[in-house]
């Protein structure tokens, strides 16, 4: 994305460090122009140290049902 308007952190670090969110925040207003940032919102995700987790499952849901993954599937059903 070149212009979010919220950046969710998640993960045990965040979840846990208030600090660290400080320090993120911080720099992302240091390196960027006021304007890429005026609107955005910086949040701890809710999930906290189940982000990566909850991540993976929905890519690999994703994956799996995925419109090329369904077809292949029913090809591979329809030629045996």
């Given amino acids: 994305l070149l ?4 950046l969710v952190l998640g ?3 965040p979840a846990t460090s208030p600090p660290f969110v ?3 925040r911080e720099t ?11 609107e955005l919102t910086i949040a701890v995700s ?3 140290e189940r982000a990566a987790v909850q991540g993976a499952r929905h890519l690999v849901i994703d994956q ?6 369904v077809d ?6 329809a030629s045996a």
């Fill in 46 to 48: 809710a999930l906290g």
């Fill in 11 to 13: 993960g045990l670090i």
């Fill in 72 to 77: 292949a599937r029913l090809a591979a059903v």
């Fill in 3 to 6: 212009n979010p308007a919220v």
């Fill in 28 to 38: 992302i207003f240091q390196r960027t122009v006021p304007l890429a940032t005026r």
């Fill in 64 to 69: 799996t049902f995925s419109a090329a993954a």
């Fill in 22 to 24: 400080a320090a993120v």
